[in-house]
């Protein structure tokens, strides 16, 4: 997603206000063509594509059931998941590293795979 500039350079590059900046990412809001992000920053949203907004270490324990993997299973690799997931390496291990210490995954060696120790705990909603 293509980020919109701050309003500190909307303000010096046009010689606007600060309100007058943050009404314009207001009414891109409204009409969902932008949303904030971490940082004080905007980015414009493409019209048909949805983003998910978990966090990539929840995202990353399903990948255990959706790929259908047991204990002891490979877990896919940091270069595998940040091209899936579209994110960078680094963000991708420090997930992972958050998945080792609650103990869904093995600690990470050099040269050798991760694997499955445990299985997320499945969350089912109540039948009505």
């Not at 010096?12 to 009409?31: I, K, P, T, W």
């Not at 998910?52 to 990353?60: F, G, K, T």
């Amino acid at each position: 997603m293509a980020e919109l500039p701050s309003a500190a350079e909307l303000m010096h590059d046009y010689g606007v206000s600060r309100g007058v900046a943050l009404r314009a990412f207001s009414a891109l809001r409204l009409e969902g063509a932008a949303e904030p992000v971490p940082g004080g920053r905007w980015r414009v949203v493409r019209p048909g594509r949805e983003v998910d907004r978990r966090p990539l270490a929840e995202r990353l324990a399903l990948v255990i059931t959706e790929d259908n993997l047991h204990v002891g299973s490979r877990f896919p690799s940091t270069t595998e998941l940040s091209g899936r997931f579209g994110v960078s390496r680094p963000t991708v291990s420090k997930a992972l590293d958050k998945l080792e210490s609650a103990g869904l995954l093995s600690e990470a060696r050099q040269g050798r795979q991760r694997t499955v120790r445990a299985l997320p705990k499945r969350t089912e909603s109540p039948e009505s």
